[in-house]
Nanobody
């Protein structure tokens, strides 16, 4: 059974930082592109970032380059998302995702989703 379990969310003041983590099990982690999506209140789930199988290639949503940094550890089956200079508009549920295609993941070609972790940024 494949599981993606996110952690690290919470309430943080604007300007602060968070590091989200996703622990994967039940799959050959290094065979998948992994990434993060987020869903703000009342809005659709949108792409944030992805990292390819080896970790050597990353891509970000246009509006998120600079404050967001994705990384993975294939030995530990984890993917992380560092978010700096948090803004109230970053408030959302953040989801971990795994897919077969690096290019396709941002198009929501996702094989597995996590349950999400809430990030709330206060002004």
């Amino acid at each position: 059974q494949v599981q993606l379990v996110e952690s690290g969310g919470g309430l943080v003041q604007a300007g602060g930082s968070l590091r989200l983590s996703c622990d994967a099990s039940g799959l050959t982690f290094s065979s998948y592109t992994v990434g993060w999506f987020r869903q703000p209140p009342g809005k659709e789930r949108g792409f944030v970032a992805a990292i390819n199988r080896s970790g050597g290639l990353t891509t970000y949503a246009d509006s998120m380059n600079g404050r967001f940094h994705i990384s993975r550890d294939n030995a530990k089956n984890t993917v992380a998302l560092q978010i700096d200079s948090l803004k109230p508009e970053d408030t959302a549920v953040y989801f971990c995702a795994a897919g077969s295609s690096f290019a396709g993941l941002r198009q929501k070609q996702v094989d597995y989703w996590g349950q999400g972790t809430q990030v709330t940024v206060s002004s």
